[in-house]
């Protein structure tokens, strides 16, 4: 029942900014790693930015510089500062994390259900 609701995305013009969040909610023992994935028109799906518990970033090229992933442990949420957007960063981005719901059990992969993030003058 661990479910993830991805939230914050919308119209944004060239050079402006967003912020993504994403709640992780139910039984929850353990976090590993939650990350943001995007997919454009015509695209494959791709990684844009994760982090791990400890805290460790990896990020999409095009991205480096201009957006932030972070995570607030106490609330089991991550966010994506995206700033000096481009009409390019237009997708769907999608939530992502690797979790362990009860102590002594493998991490999973669950998915949040996407938020539009759309980017034009």
């Known amino acids: 029942q661990v479910q993830l609701v991805d939230s914050g995305g919308g119209l944004v013009q060239p050079g402006g900014s967003l912020r993504l969040s994403c709640a992780a909610s139910?039984?929850?023992?353990?976090?590993?790693?939650m990350a943001w994935y995007r997919r454009a028109p015509g695209k494959e799906r791709e990684l844009v930015a994760l982090?791990?518990?400890?805290?460790?970033?990896n990020y999409l090229d095009s991205v480096k510089g201009r957006f932030t992933i972070s995570r607030d442990n106490a609330k089991n949420t991550v966010y994506l500062q995206m700033n000096s957007l481009k009409p390019e960063d237009t997708a769907v981005y999608y939530c992502?994390?690797?979790?362990?719901?009860?102590?002594?059990?493998?991490?999973?992969?669950?998915w949040g259900q996407g938020t539009q993030v759309t980017v034009s003058a």
């Open positions: 139910g039984s929850i023992f353990k976090i590993y790693s």
């Open positions: 992502n994390a690797d979790l362990a719901s009860v102590q002594l059990t493998p991490p999973k992969n669950y």
């Open positions: 982090i791990t518990s400890v805290g460790s970033t």
